[in-house]
């Protein structure tokens, strides 16, 4: 067969190719001095769509909840009930789906706008595009609401830097330092 055969040697015995040809290059191409990490904007696309799929779970497993208990009380059962279930998670979950990708598309805005105008990517970008986000997200709720918003978001987004820093070990945390105190 193809093993005996001297000249059909290198060939794989699964894909029929010339294994020589093969060169080890690298599975990615970047562009000279460009960074090996994707940035806000090419992140931007996974965070908005997950976080939508999130808040259509916690939606649809809210709706569920509250669907048992309506339809309990209400002494439906069978089909009525079926439907009556059916309605309350597919309702709720799109609400909060909506709700989520909402506020996830706002921070990545907020998010590529602070790096384009700083010129960088940082965890000030992270705290600020939060405190945006959660501003933005209430501004239509009245002035006092609106600030409540921005301390939300502020708040979620610095405990998720200091979580993160602190993970990073020792050093990141100390180049933090460095720069910001």
């Known amino acids: 067969g193809i093993v005996s055969s001297p000249q059909?040697?290198?060939?794989?015995?699964?894909?029929?190719?010339d294994a020589r040809y093969l060169q080890a290059q690298p599975e990615f191409i970047f562009p000279e001095g460009a960074s090996k990490q994707r940035g806000r904007f090419e992140l931007a696309f996974s965070q908005i769509g997950s976080s939508a799929m999130i808040g259509a779970c916690i939606g649809g497993a809210g709706g569920l909840y509250n669907g048992i208990n309506a339809t309990r009380l209400a002494n439906q059962s069978g089909k009525l009930r079926r439907t009556q279930l059916l309605n309350h998670v597919m309702k709720q979950g799109a609400a909060t789906a909506n709700t989520f990708?909402?506020?996830?598309?706002?921070?990545?805005?907020?998010?590529?706008?602070?790096?384009?105008?700083?010129?960088?990517?940082?965890?000030?970008?992270?705290?600020?595009?939060?405190?945006?986000?959660?501003?933005?997200?209430?501004?239509?709720?009245?002035?006092?609401?609106?600030?409540?918003?921005?301390?939300?978001?502020?708040?979620?987004?610095s405990l998720y830097v200091l979580w993160s820093v602190a993970g990073g070990g020792s050093k990141k945390l100390s180049d933090l330092k460095s720069q910001y105190l």
């Open 8 to 17: 059909l040697q290198p060939l794989s015995p699964y894909l029929n190719y």
């Open 101 to 157: 990708g909402t506020i996830a598309v706002m921070y990545s805005a907020f998010g590529v706008l602070l790096q384009y105008g700083r010129g960088e990517d940082d965890e000030i970008n992270t705290i600020a595009a939060g405190g945006a986000t959660g501003l933005l997200y209430k501004s239509s709720a009245g002035l006092r609401k609106c600030v409540i918003g921005g301390g939300i978001g502020l708040a979620l987004t």
